[in-house]
């Protein structure tokens, strides 16, 4: 009877003092500051399946809806007119008369130097309780591709980035005592192309991710429940206000400097929220506390790169 009691307390406890965690979507800043360059072509990308990366890297610019995307063969055909593109018209000579016809724009091009995909088998065979023999089949399929990309200047011919992509898909398919279904490479190929372009587009314009944030409970704050209510519906300035009034009535609570510090901090009121989570750990010198103060440290950086990229 004891022993179930102290279980139980044990048990209340931990639901009582816990957490609880919500994906909130983050807007993270390009690797790359293209401001000032409101165009982009896709230019010619070499090597096997490289007109179908080419593709994939068209649709994933129109749909980003960041660029005016340019037809190359309109291009091409623009500057023919120009007498520009026998001269090279990335060249320091004519790089202004290209300038002025098709703007600040910038080209992407380059080479698929692996393209494959491969294909195992497992076997696990097992015997059950009446002496039946048995096997689990399991098909890994891998898609691979490797591609060297990279961004130009249009007008001058200037290499503004270029990286090596290494890329994967990966499937599997199950079959007790029987052939595991058929994966198709195809289809997988594909899906390593589009990681690449997913990629690509990361470096060069901002995109959005969702990140996992979590919030302290206490069951002798009640009120938490209310600011992580409005926390799970984005509401994070109402939210954090909840918390500040937590801090008041609870002054000694570090969990509750802690969740008043995250909702500044998504509420984008960084030195705030430092302050909040620095008031946090020294209350209690939690790692979790350190780890967010970095996180809002690395949010505030991101931020500055967002407002200077437009």
Same mark, same amino acid.
């Given at each position: 009877?004891?022993?179930?009691?102290?279980?139980?307390?044990?048990?209340?406890?931990?639901?009582?003092?816990?957490?609880?965690?919500?994906?909130?979507?983050?807007?993270?800043?390009?690797?790359?500051?293209?401001?000032?360059?409101?165009?982009?072509?896709?230019?010619?990308?070499?090597?096997?399946?490289?007109?179908?990366?080419?593709?994939?890297?068209?649709?994933?610019?129109?749909?980003?809806?960041?660029?005016?995307?340019? +037809?190359?063969?309109?291009?091409?055909?623009?500057?023919?007119?120009?007498?520009?593109?026998?001269?090279?018209?990335?060249?320091?000579?004519?790089?202004?008369?290209?300038?002025?016809?098709?703007?600040?724009?910038?080209?992407?091009?380059?080479?698929?130097?692996?393209?494959?995909?491969?294909?195992?088998?497992?076997? +696990?065979?097992?015997?059950?309780?009446?002496?039946?023999?048995?096997?689990?089949?399991?098909?890994?399929?891998?898609?691979?591709?490797?591609?060297?990309?990279?961004?130009?200047?249009?007008?001058?011919?200037?290499?503004?980035?270029?990286?090596?992509?290494?890329?994967?898909? *990966?499937?599997?398919?199950?079959?007790?005592?029987?052939?595991?279904?058929?994966?198709?490479?195809?289809?997988?190929?594909?899906?390593?192309?589009?990681?690449?372009?997913?990629?690509?587009?990361?470096?060069?314009?901002?995109?959005?991710?969702?990140?996992?944030?979590?919030?302290?409970?206490?069951?002798?704050?009640?009120?938490?429940?209310?600011?992580?209510?409005?926390?799970?519906?984005?509401?994070? *300035?109402?939210?954090?206000?909840?918390?500040?009034?937590?801090?008041?009535?609870?002054?000694?609570?570090?969990?509750?400097?802690?969740?008043?510090?995250?909702?500044?901090?998504?509420?984008?009121?960084?030195? *705030?929220?430092?302050?909040?989570?620095?008031?946090?750990?020294?209350?209690?010198?939690?790692?979790?506390?350190?780890?967010?103060?970095?996180?809002?440290?690395?949010?505030?950086?991101?931020?500055?790169?967002?407002?200077?990229?437009?």
């Amino acid at each position: 009877m004891f022993l179930s009691m102290i279980v139980t307390l044990s048990l209340s406890l931990l639901i009582g003092c816990g957490s609880t965690s919500m994906l909130v979507p983050v807007t993270r800043p390009a690797e790359i500051n293209l401001k000032g360059y409101n165009k982009i072509a896709v230019g010619t990308i070499t090597g096997r399946a490289g007109q179908d990366l080419a593709d994939d890297l068209l649709n994933a610019l129109v749909n980003s809806g960041r660029f005016e995307v340019l +037809d190359r063969q309109h291009l091409n055909d623009l500057l023919r007119e120009q007498d520009l593109t026998r001269a090279g018209y990335a060249d320091s000579v004519h790089g202004g008369k290209v300038g002025g016809l098709v703007g600040a724009a910038v080209m992407v091009a380059g080479r698929v130097t692996i393209y494959k995909y491969e294909e195992k088998m497992k076997r +696990d065979p097992s015997v059950d309780k009446n002496g039946h023999k048995h096997v689990s089949n399991t098909r890994y399929g891998t898609a691979t591709i490797s591609s060297n990309l990279q961004l130009t200047n249009i007008a001058t011919g200037r290499v503004i980035t270029s990286k090596r992509f290494d890329r994967t898909a *990966e499937a599997k398919t199950y079959g007790h005592d029987r052939e595991p279904d058929r994966i198709d490479p195809d289809g997988l190929l594909a899906s390593a192309r589009e990681i690449v372009a997913s990629d690509f587009m990361k470096k060069i314009a901002p995109y959005r991710e969702m990140v996992r944030v979590s919030l302290l409970k206490d069951s002798d704050i009640p009120e938490f429940e209310e600011g992580i209510g409005l926390a799970e519906r984005g509401e994070w *300035e109402r939210a954090a206000e909840v918390f500040k009034s937590v801090t008041v009535t609870h002054p000694g609570s570090d969990k509750a400097f802690y969740n008043f510090g995250v909702a500044l901090e998504y509420s984008y009121l960084f030195p *705030e929220a430092l302050e909040a989570l620095q008031k946090a750990y020294r209350l209690n010198a939690d790692d979790d506390y350190q780890k967010e103060m970095s996180n809002v440290r690395r949010m505030e950086s991101e931020q500055k790169r967002l407002e200077e990229q437009g």
